[in-house]
């Protein structure tokens, strides 16, 4: 078993754990902007956030840390996970709020 599963996989299976607790999971790109966190997160309940996926121990790069900085100024959750269970505490805690 892979001790350091690829990025899109711990996305995968974050993704597919938020979806069963009814979120919406949406991947988000956007055009002419380099660095905007991986995936926007709807709750049920309507809470929004954007988590930004990284291998186990990698950390976001300069670019997503700026972007990042910036949505949390607008006042916006956004995280960081490196590991499905890390992502799976997150959607927990969001789908709680």
Same mark, same amino acid.
């Given at each position: 078993?892979?001790?350091?599963?690829?990025?899109?996989?711990?996305?995968?299976?974050?993704?597919?754990?938020?979806? /069963? #607790?009814?979120?919406?999971?949406?991947?988000?790109?956007?055009?002419?902007?380099?660095? =905007?966190? %991986?995936?926007?997160? !709807?709750?049920?309940?309507?809470?929004?956030?954007?988590?930004?996926?990284?291998?186990?121990?990698?950390?976001?790069?300069?670019? /997503? #840390?700026?972007?990042?900085?910036?949505?949390?100024?607008?006042?916006?959750?956004?995280? =960081?996970? %490196?590991?499905?269970? !890390?992502?799976?505490?997150?959607?927990?805690?969001?789908?709680?709020?």
């Amino acid at each position: 078993m892979n001790k350091n599963p690829l990025e899109k996989d711990i996305e995968e299976k974050v993704c597919d754990y938020a979806k /069963q #607790l009814g979120c919406l999971c949406y991947k988000f790109t956007s055009p002419g902007r380099r660095s =905007v966190p %991986d995936r926007l997160f !709807i709750t049920p309940e309507g809470v929004v956030f954007w988590i930004e996926f990284k291998r186990l121990g990698e950390k976001p790069t300069s670019g /997503q #840390l700026v972007e990042i900085q910036k949505l949390w100024k607008q006042k916006v959750e956004v995280f =960081v996970a %490196d590991s499905v269970e !890390i992502g799976k505490i997150l959607i927990d805690a969001m789908v709680k709020a």
